[in-house]
């Protein structure tokens, strides 16, 4: 059964697309970001004067289209890894869905993997058509769908094989440097450990190490670290018990700590 809070999801993004005129002239942006939290590395990283600017930087993010090149320069920035670059134009049957990519090994040119939505379920195959590497370890896989799930995809999976069995691409030999809080720079290592060292609840490994306490609220992590606590604890996430979520609370100007409410 779809996930309500994908669908939902979904049928933002899709209300926030550009118009279909432009949609046929290139590759667009898409910000998957509607938290009101302080972040504006997306801003900052477009040369285009894409992004609009900010009068608050708790705003959400919004992009001209008229400027935007799909370059994919926010998409390296994100912490949320909440940016990805569509391009409708690759052919008459298939769309390309460019997506941050966090883990080792890549994926290579040519390759077919497993499309998956936003809530890690495969919806069907996609092609491997270009892999792009960043000094900040965030990697941009170009994934060729079918146009129906070019508002679905949103990311992949890459199984690879190791002594009798399978097992999933953040175990692999060198994964460890792979980057799962980037919020507290938690690497998988440091989360292996910790699960290892036996923290096997959500809260105990945020107690050992912060993990999903930094200001993008565990948007992208706590799905990594639900994934392997399932793992060490041999159950489905969904008995493990997910988090508690909060109602963000805007933050205050230093004026109004002092009592200068004007400021």
Not at 52 to 78: F, S
Not at 111 to 134: M, W
Not at 227 to 247: C, I, M, Q
């Amino acid at each position: 059964m779809p996930n309500s809070h994908a669908m939902e999801v979904e049928q933002k993004v899709r209300e926030r697309l550009p118009s279909p005129k432009r949609r046929k002239q290139g590759p667009y942006a898409v910000f998957e970001c509607f938290q009101s939290i302080p972040c504006n590395p997306c801003y900052t990283a477009c040369k285009f004067g894409a992004v609009k600017p900010l009068t608050d930087i708790n705003d959400l993010p919004e992009v001209y289209y008229d400027k935007c090149t799909g370059c994919g320069l926010c998409m390296t920035a994100c912490p949320g890894l909440a940016v990805f670059v569509i391009d409708e134009t690759y052919s008459e049957d298939k769309t390309v869905v460019r997506i941050p990519y966090e883990f080792l090994p890549l994926p290579q040119v040519g390759d077919t993997v497993d499309a998956v939505d936003r809530d890690g379920q495969v919806v069907g195959k996609a092609q491997v058509v270009k892999v792009q590497k960043f000094p900040n370890k965030t990697s941009i896989v170009s994934l060729a769908v079918d146009n129906s799930l070019a508002q679905t995809v949103r990311g992949m999976k890459l199984a690879v094989t190791e002594g009798n069995g399978a097992f999933s691409a953040p175990r692999c030999k060198g994964c460890g440097e792979s980057i799962v809080c980037r919020c507290e720079d938690i690497s998988m290592e440091e989360l292996l450990k910790t699960i290892g060292d036996g923290n096997l609840t959500l809260n105990e490994v945020k107690l050992a190490t912060r993990a999903s306490m930094g200001p993008c609220q565990g948007k992208t992590c706590i799905s990594l670290i639900m994934k392997e606590l399932s793992t060490a604890a041999g159950k489905p996430v969904e008995e493990l018990g997910g988090p508690r979520y909060r109602v963000p609370v805007k933050p205050v100007t230093i004026g109004a700590i002092r009592g200068d409410r004007s400021k």
